[in-house]
């Protein structure tokens, strides 16, 4: 076998190691995924009753502030209503007390709402905070399991990725770049072996002369159709 087809056959295998390398990388990083999405829910649901608490204790300071308004305008009318003589501008103020006085009684009555609507709002958010402690307690032994794991795998590659580029170093330049543009473009092997006298990888016909300068070592060719780099399948 020509030696430049040994070193990127070496060189294939350690990519072939750095892909499952990173594969067993990605599964980690999946299941911890799963775990977020597992209380994703939860932390949604939180933040949106975090912020209709936020909305509740403005709309509970609107109704706060109308009571008041209106609590003024009552004690104004009354004051008037205390200070006539007239019987007929006492009915007219008279009136004037009683509307405001209903007046008041629903802006109080819309500030109770408000304010058991606002209760009922922190009580969700604390039932919330305190379902998701619970899972996110629950998770953490997993959770630490999977951190460790991730470590040790992305060590692993980091370590295939160290000895890949170790190989990359010892094939020709020219090669290499021809071996890494096919590599990008493919989804199977790149160096792949002549099975009887067609291409190991699509199985198209190679003429003679050129298997016979691949089982001799004497050229490193590749498949006309699908561009796969040979080698002799005996290691000839």
């Excluded at 953490?140 to 951190?147: H, I, K, M, Y």
């Excluded at 170790?166 to 330049?173: K, L, Q």
């Amino acid at each position: 076998m020509h030696e430049d087809l040994a070193r990127l056959l070496d060189l294939q295998a350690k990519d072939t190691a750095v892909a499952a390398a990173e594969q067993q990388v990605e599964e980690v990083r999946q299941a911890m995924a799963a775990l977020d999405a597992a209380v994703q829910q939860t932390r949604t649901s939180l933040e949106a009753a975090r912020q209709a608490v936020t909305e509740g204790k403005r709309r509970r300071e609107e109704f706060e502030a109308r009571v008041e308004k209106a609590r003024a305008t009552q004690q104004k009318r009354q004051q008037r209503l205390d200070q006539v003589r007239n019987p007929k501008e006492a009915t007219a103020a008279m009136a004037e007390v009683e509307l405001a006085g209903s007046v008041l009684a629903k802006e109080e009555a819309d500030w109770v709402r408000s304010a058991e609507q606002l209760e009922q709002q922190e009580r969700r958010v604390s039932e919330l905070e305190a379902g998701l402690a619970t899972a996110e307690a629950a998770q953490q032994p997993e959770r630490e399991r999977l951190g460790e794991q991730l470590r040790e795998r992305e060590q692993a590659r980091d370590a295939a990725l160290r000895d890949r580029e170790a190989s990359a170093d010892r094939v020709e330049r020219t090669l290499r770049l021809r071996y890494d543009r096919l590599r990008r473009a493919r989804h199977t092997d790149v160096v792949v072996p002549l099975v009887g006298s067609t291409c190991g990888a699509c199985f198209t016909s190679v003429p003679l002369n050129r298997r016979t300068q691949i089982r001799n070592g004497q050229a490193i060719e590749g498949c006309e159709a699908c561009g796969a780099i040979l080698y002799p399948p005996d290691g000839g």
